[in-house]
C-alpha cells in the first residue's frame, strides 16, 4: 500500500509540473482594454503590472481605431489621475506612431496605496480627423517595496522546485521495487 501512495504522489507531482510547465497559470495579467466606440486602449503598467506607492511606474496605453482615422499627430491627448475626488494630474500627453497602433506612455509615482482612477481623454486638433474619446480605468497601488523577484521569475522557481521534486520522487519510488 505505501507503493500505491508514493505513486500516486509521484504521478501527482508529474501532472504539477506539466501544467506549470505550460505555463497554465504562470501570471496573472494585469492588461486592461478599455474602448470608445472605434477607439480602443491597452493599458500595461510597469513593473510587472504591480504599481508600487512612492515608486516611478510606467503607464502603457496602445491605442487602435478600427475605423483607422487616429493618428498621434492629430491627437490632443490629455492623462487625469485622481485618487477620489482629488485631482492629482492632468496634463496633455503626446503619442508616437507604430505600425497599426500608436503608443502613450506616461511615468507617474503614485503617492500612496489606494485605487486610483486614471482616464485617458483624446479630441482631434481638428474637427472630424478622428471621433473623441474617454478611456478610464481602474489601478490599484500597492504599499512597500515593490517585489524584488519579477512574478514570472518566482513562477519559474517554482515550476523548477516542483519538478526537481517530482524527478526526486519518482527515482524513490523506482528504487522501492
Same mark, same amino acid.
Given at each position: 500500500?505505501?507503493?500505491?501512495?508514493?505513486?500516486?504522489?509521484?504521478?501527482?507531482?508529474?501532472?504539477?509540473?506539466?501544467?506549470?510547465?505550460?505555463?497554465?497559470?504562470?501570471?496573472?495579467?494585469?492588461?486592461?482594454?478599455?474602448?470608445?466606440?472605434?477607439?480602443?486602449?491597452?493599458?500595461?503598467?510597469?513593473?510587472?503590472?504591480?504599481?508600487?506607492?512612492?515608486?516611478?511606474?510606467?503607464?502603457?496605453?496602445?491605442?487602435?481605431?478600427?475605423?483607422?482615422?487616429?493618428?498621434?499627430?492629430?491627437?490632443?491627448?490629455?492623462?487625469?489621475?485622481?485618487?477620489? *475626488?482629488? =485631482? @492629482?494630474?492632468?496634463? +496633455?500627453?503626446? #503619442?508616437? %506612431?507604430?505600425?497599426?497602433? $500608436?503608443?502613450?506612455?506616461? &511615468?507617474?509615482?503614485?503617492?500612496?496605496?489606494?485605487?486610483? *482612477?486614471? =482616464? @485617458?481623454?483624446?479630441? +482631434?486638433?481638428? #474637427?472630424? %480627423?478622428?471621433?473623441?474619446? $474617454?478611456?478610464?480605468?481602474? &489601478?490599484?497601488?500597492?504599499?512597500?517595496?515593490?517585489?524584488?523577484?519579477?512574478?514570472?521569475?518566482?513562477?519559474?522557481?517554482?515550476?523548477?522546485?516542483?519538478?526537481?521534486?517530482?524527478?526526486?520522487?519518482?527515482?524513490?519510488?523506482?528504487?522501492?521495487?
Amino acid at each position: 500500500m505505501p507503493d500505491m501512495k508514493l505513486r500516486q504522489f509521484a504521478i501527482l507531482g508529474l501532472l504539477i509540473a506539466i501544467i506549470w510547465g505550460a505555463g497554465w497559470p504562470l501570471v496573472a495579467s494585469a492588461h486592461t482594454l478599455e474602448a470608445d466606440g472605434a477607439i480602443k486602449a491597452l493599458l500595461h503598467i510597469n513593473p510587472d503590472d504591480e504599481p508600487t506607492a512612492g515608486q516611478k511606474t510606467g503607464l502603457w496605453f496602445s491605442l487602435t481605431d478600427s475605423e483607422h482615422k487616429f493618428t498621434a499627430a492629430a491627437c490632443d491627448c490629455r492623462l487625469v489621475i485622481k485618487d477620489g *475626488d482629488r =485631482t @492629482l494630474m492632468d496634463r +496633455p500627453i503626446t #503619442a508616437q %506612431e507604430a505600425p497599426r497602433t $500608436s503608443m502613450l506612455e506616461v &511615468v507617474y509615482t503614485f503617492p500612496r496605496p489606494v485605487v486610483y *482612477d486614471i =482616464t @485617458l481623454q483624446s479630441k +482631434p486638433r481638428q #474637427a472630424g %480627423e478622428f471621433q473623441p474619446f $474617454s478611456l478610464a480605468y481602474d &489601478v490599484r497601488v500597492g504599499r512597500g517595496a515593490a517585489p524584488s523577484t519579477s512574478p514570472v521569475v518566482m513562477a519559474a522557481a517554482i515550476g523548477f522546485a516542483v519538478t526537481a521534486l517530482t524527478i526526486v520522487s519518482l527515482l524513490v519510488y523506482q528504487r522501492r521495487r
